[in-house]
């Protein structure tokens, strides 16, 4: 049984991820957005903003340091939430990683197909899930086609597809724009600097839109001022502040208990 959410006058909000894909905490906020919107039939724009986390540091003149005692923490809450959301995550001991080429091939994807496209969705999740779950450096490029291609169904090696009229093009073409199209390099540095105006500093970070935006609105960075959640365990709030019930981080495993 579907949950059908009602917005007071019809408004529809949106719901902006900023996000890194070489941050777990990142999967788990998508993967909470996932699970209301598209499981539970919640009624929102959920835009994904790729941004590159190391480029937002130096933007904000945050200099994250990974101190022993914290490194233990860490390891312990990714663990133990991913559990609770039903994935089974460990920190890769290649952590951190650099993650520049993959948050331009995302970034592509949003400006050729759109940002809430079913393809971003599924190589995002699959990213996620090879690096933080089967422990894969998808650094290496052989190792990002093979999640890429293999994982998606939507992207071939070299040649491009027709998918409901729309083409995609073929992952080499992808990796080629993401490493010299200086459009691509240019759009990933304007939406991380535009993170930092917004007063976003880590990821994830949501930015809710009370009202709802058009697509071109989202795109060319909408005048009005978003409420800035930071984390993944902020979602109680940010229901609070649209009138929703908030059923928990992982809504599914609630709702099977009922």
């Known amino acids: 049984m579907s949950i059908q959410i009602e917005n007071n006058n019809n408004l529809i909000p949106t719901i902006e991820l900023y996000f890194d894909i070489g941050s777990p905490f990142s999967f788990f906020a998508f993967d909470i957005l996932f699970k209301y919107k598209y499981h539970l039939n919640y009624n929102f724009n959920y835009i994904l903003k790729p941004i590159y986390l190391g480029g937002l540091f130096k933007e904000v003149d945050n200099s994250f340091k990974l101190v022993p005692i914290r490194a233990n923490y860490l390891n312990i809450d990714v663990v133990r939430t991913s559990n609770h959301l039903g994935y089974n995550f460990q920190i890769p001991s290649f952590f951190p990683i650099n993650s520049l080429l993959i948050q331009r091939l995302i970034t592509i994807l949003t400006l050729i ?6 393809l971003t969705f599924k190589l995002c999740k699959a990213l996620w899930l090879a690096l933080w779950e089967r422990g894969l450096d998808i650094t290496q490029l052989e190792i990002l086609e093979q999640i890429s291609v293999n994982e998606t169904a939507l992207l071939k090696k070299s040649e491009k597809v027709i998918d409901c009229g729309r083409e995609i093009p073929s992952f080499e073409y992808l990796v080629d724009r993401a490493k010299t199209d200086i459009e691509i390099k240019n759009k990933l540095t304007q939406v991380t600097k535009h993170a930092a105006t917004l007063g976003i500093f880590g990821v994830p970070t949501l930015a809710l839109y009370k009202q709802s935006q ?6 060319s960075q909408s005048q009005s001022q978003p409420l800035i959640y930071f ?16 059923l928990g981080m992982n809504p599914l495993k609630q709702k099977s208990k009922l």
Not at 113 to 118: F, I, P
Not at 214 to 219: D, K, L, R, Y
Not at 231 to 246: A, K, Q, T
């Open 231 to 246: 984390g993944s365990d902020r979602f109680h709030l940010l229901f609070e502040e649209i009138g929703w019930n908030w």
């Open 113 to 118: 197909t759109d940002q809430n496209s079913l």
């Open 214 to 219: 058009s697509q071109s609105q989202s795109q």
